[in-house]
C-alpha cells in the first residue's frame, strides 16, 4: 500500500511535510495557475535556494524579481516551449551574491 504525499509541503521535501516559507507562498501566489502548475515546486525550491544564507539585499532582489516575474507571467501567459523570463532573472540576483 502506497502513502499519499502529505496535505502540506511540496513533495520529496521533509517526511513531515514541512512548508515553504510564507513569503515563497506568496510570491507563487501571484503566478497565474496554469503557470504554477507546471513551475511553482521548481520556483519555490529556486527561491528558497537563492535566499539560504544570502545577504538581506540579495533576498529582496529576489523576492522583487520574483513579483516582476509574476506580472511577465500573467502579461504573457505560459509557453510550454520556452522557460519564463523569471529564471534568467533571478539568476542574475544569484550571481550578484
Known amino acids: 500500500m502506497t502513502t499519499p ?15 515553504d516559507p510564507l513569503w515563497v507562498r506568496l510570491i507563487g501566489g501571484l503566478y497565474p495557475a496554469p503557470w504554477r502548475e507546471r513551475y511553482g515546486e521548481e520556483f519555490a525550491a529556486l527561491l528558497i535556494d537563492l535566499s539560504a544564507g544570502a545577504s538581506w539585499p540579495t533576498r529582496v ?32 540576483a544569484r550571481l550578484a551574491r
Not at 68 to 84: E, K, M, N, Q
Request: glycine share 14%; no cysteine.
Open 61 to 92: 532582489r529576489a523576492m522583487a524579481d520574483g513579483v516582476g516575474g509574476a506580472f511577465d507571467a500573467r502579461r504573457h501567459p505560459v509557453d510550454t516551449g520556452s522557460l519564463p523570463s523569471v529564471y534568467a532573472a533571478l539568476s542574475r
Open 5 to 19: 504525499p502529505p496535505a502540506t509541503g511540496r513533495p520529496g521535501r521533509d517526511p513531515v511535510g514541512q512548508r
